[in-house]
């Protein structure tokens, strides 16, 4: 059995706040306001695990009412969900994200975010891809003042 999931979210852009993408520190003026660290890839990758093995959504799993995930880790959080979906038998195909952001460009720290992607899932860099647009100047994406990403994932079941 194959199944596709669908992941997104979008996170306001602040001063004060660290920019995370996939796990990796992005250099900017702005980063995300979030109940979590905010790392919007993550949160959108696990959705899309999450929705493709029928097992929730992000915050069935971690409430973003409960202090306890105050500045979690997304990668712990991506994690924690990643195991359940193996634990019930699924294997990454492979994972396509976009991230809409303004600005800083993403295209030097690729290679370091589908790394760090494939290292927190224990799979290969070859079934992780991730891509940027801008905003063209339009809309919060555009005027910099937000981040979003879609996130598609391709999961396999032998059951």
Not at 62 to 77: G, T
Request: negative net charge; glycine residues 12%.
């Amino acid at each position: 059995m194959i199944r596709i999931g669908m992941g997104y979210d979008k996170h306001i852009l602040t001063e004060g706040r660290k920019l995370m993408l996939g796990g990796v520190e992005i250099p900017s003026e702005k980063g995300e306001l979030g109940h979590s660290d905010g790392d919007v890839l993550l949160h959108a990758i696990t959705d899309s695990l999450l929705g493709a093995s029928g097992l929730g959504d992000i915050g069935s799993y971690f409430p973003p009412n409960e202090p306890k995930w105050k500045d979690a880790d997304s990668a712990m959080l991506l994690k924690t969900c990643w195991e359940d979906v193996l634990k019930a038998g699924w294997q990454l195909g492979n994972l396509d994200c976009v991230i809409a952001l303004e600005k800083p460009k993403f295209l030097p720290f690729r290679e370091k975010v589908q790394e760090s992607i494939a290292n927190i899932l224990g799979v290969s860099k070859s079934q992780i891809f991730v891509k940027a647009k801008t905003g063209e100047k339009l809309g919060d994406i555009g005027e910099g003042r937000a981040v979003e990403v879609w996130a598609i994932c391709l999961l396999e079941n032998s059951n």
